[in-house]
């Protein structure tokens, strides 16, 4: 079947709600079903093994670990990198301050001072403005998070030179680094700079295998030997520990292979979206900011909405998220070609060059 059902059983044949919504294809399933296993929490999962092994490869850390979702990867990164009341510093429209249900202050403990970036890319001298003196009453601060790309950004790219300006003034503060790289590959593919170099400086990095990969499940972690040990703990206390997770592994295996250069086309047809866009009077959006496969724009000056232009989309079958009053987001992935993605496009103009009824 070509698209799939919405929770209320409308269906869906253009799907841009994220990258989040492919199936796994006949190969990724078959893959699946043929994957060597054993019992992940005691490392006897072989397909597992070789699968952080990879990532540890491509990311150019010591080891890595396989968990159940980036959200977790968070969420256990943050953990043992602060103790209690520690402070992490991340852009403002951070996944982990905005949509992973308050998860840092109940797990890690740790609030978050959020810095007011541009396009979810912050720089090193709001890092520096954030740092603070050491007295009791002020909280000792821990970590810098930094979004690769930035979600809400709009799948705006970090560049090595920002990333390298930032660390500067981490390091130098004590703090150290972490990279939310849900979509670390999207910058690697549309850049040419390898996801080692983007992680150089990191001391925790994951990548997701459930967005653009288009796995069923997962992410993956990496860091030192001794970081990703005390991860272990955490992946064990939240309940990610596994059994047969082969299963699920050989499916970040096969899209390693497979699914990683082709993003270059949900790129090209992220930038097509928004050029479409981009000719409706009363949408703002600049396609020369659309980098990767995330296109985020507003509405207010059409008239419409953002949740009434989304559900008038709906009743033609498309997706594409209201993430405010007159915020709107379009995810391209391997699940929406360029045929549709120009359908859904021509279809949201169509919309928001009338006035909402
Ligand atoms: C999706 C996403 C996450 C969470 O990953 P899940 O696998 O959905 O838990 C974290 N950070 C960013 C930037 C994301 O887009």
Redesign the pocket.
């Given at each position: 079947m070509v698209g799939g059902l919405a929770a209320d059983g409308r269906v869906i044949r253009i799907d841009l709600g994220s990258d989040?919504k492919t199936r796994p294809t006949q190969a990724m399933r078959q893959a699946m079903a043929m994957a060597e296993v054993g019992d992940e929490q005691v490392g006897e999962d072989p397909t597992t093994r070789v699968l952080e092994e990879r990532v540890a490869a491509l990311l150019g850390k010591e080891a890595a670990l396989f968990t159940p979702?980036?959200?977790?990867c968070?969420q256990i990164a943050l953990a043992v990198l602060c103790r209690a009341g520690e402070e992490v510093i991340a852009d403002k429209t951070a996944?982990?301050g905005n949509?992973e249900s308050g998860g840092v202050s109940v797990v890690a403990r740790a609030p978050i001072r959020e810095l007011d970036g541009r396009r979810g890319i912050f720089t090193a001298d709001q890092v520096k403005a954030a740092l603070r003196h050491p007295v009791r009453h002020a909280p000792l601060q821990r970590v810098v998070s930094i979004?690769q790309t930035s979600?809400l950004g709009g799948g705006s790219i970090w560049t090595l030179p920002e990333i390298a300006a930032v660390a500067e003034v981490a390091r130098g503060a004590g703090l150290l680094l972490h990279m939310?790289g849900?979509?670390l590959l999207n910058a690697v593919v549309e850049s040419g700079v390898s996801a080692q170099a983007y992680a150089a400086q990191m001391d925790s990095v994951w990548i997701?295998l459930?967005?653009g990969l288009g796995c069923p499940v997962g992410?993956v972690m990496a860091g030192s030997r001794d970081f990703i040990e005390d991860c272990w703990r955490w992946k064990q206390r939240l309940g990610g520990a596994l059994r047969q997770s082969g299963i699920l592994a050989a499916a970040g295996i096969y899209a390693l292979d497979n699914h990683v250069d082709r993003m270059k086309d949900d790129h090209a047809n992220a930038r097509a979206f928004a050029g479409v866009l981009a000719q409706v009077p009363g949408i703002a959006i600049d396609p020369a900011n659309v980098q990767t496969n995330v296109i985020v724009f507003d509405v207010a000056n059409t008239g419409w909405r953002a949740p009434d232009l989304s559900e008038k989309l709906l009743e033609k079958g498309i997706r594409v998220g209201a993430m405010g009053p007159t915020q709107m987001r379009a995810v391209t992935h391997l699940d929406v070609d360029r045929a549709s993605t120009t359908e859904a496009a021509e279809a949201l103009a169509a919309l928001a060059s009338k006035r909402p009824a």
């Open positions: 989040t979702s980036g959200t977790m968070n996944h982990i949509f979004e979600n939310d849900a979509r997701d459930s967005k992410a």
